[in-house]
């Protein structure tokens, strides 16, 4: 977990690990609808990947980017732009509210290059996604 991340949990919107445990045992034991969004969203981006490097087959593949697809529309109820922009110190309101679009875009083509381009088009399009769509909240990447 990064420290913006980390920063976040201890602000209450999520109660995971890394802050006095005071402050999570509201949420104790259990994600939050955003995390989870997030960790399914990251399962996705690392399925992706592992069809890149050959390891999966493009079928799933593109089932993961439908998926990554489908969680980039509801970003915005479970992120609203004031929420986002108060909670990450670096995104202004106005990049706030262009990242679930940016999201969705990137995913968009993410999803189109996985029918049948070549696993080197859908990395290229996988960075793409991971640094404008992902990277639209997370300035200093999500790891
Ligand atoms: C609209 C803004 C936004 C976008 C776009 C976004 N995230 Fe996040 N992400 C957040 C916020 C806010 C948090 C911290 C709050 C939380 O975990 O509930 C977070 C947390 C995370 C976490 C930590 C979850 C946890 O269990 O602690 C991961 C991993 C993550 N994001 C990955 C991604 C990946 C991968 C993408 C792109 C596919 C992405 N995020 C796109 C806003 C965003």
């Known amino acids: 977990m990064n420290r913006l991340t980390a ?3 201890c602000a209450g919107l999520v109660g995971l690990a890394g802050c006095d445990p005071a402050a999570r045992a509201p949420h104790a034991g259990q994600a939050t609808a955003q995390a989870q969004a997030m960790q399914q969203m990251k399962m996705d981006v690392d399925a992706i ?26 970003l915005p109820d479970l992120f609203p732009a004031a929420q986002v922009s108060a909670l990450y110190v670096d995104l202004t309101p106005e990049m706030a509210q262009a990242a679930p679009e940016a999201m969705r875009r990137t995913a968009e083509r993410l ?13 290229v399009q996988l960075t793409v996604t991971e640094t404008q769509g992902c990277g639209a909240c997370h300035r200093k990447g999500y790891q």
Do not use: C, E, M, Y
């Not at 290059?113 to 990395?123: I, Y």
């Open 7 to 9: 920063a976040l949990a």
């Open 49 to 74: 990947a592992a069809f890149t490097g050959s390891k999966i087959a493009r079928s799933d593949a593109l089932a993961a980017s439908q998926d990554l697809l489908a969680w980039s529309k509801r």
């Open 111 to 123: 999803a189109a290059t996985l029918v049948s381009a070549s696993p080197a088009d859908v990395a």
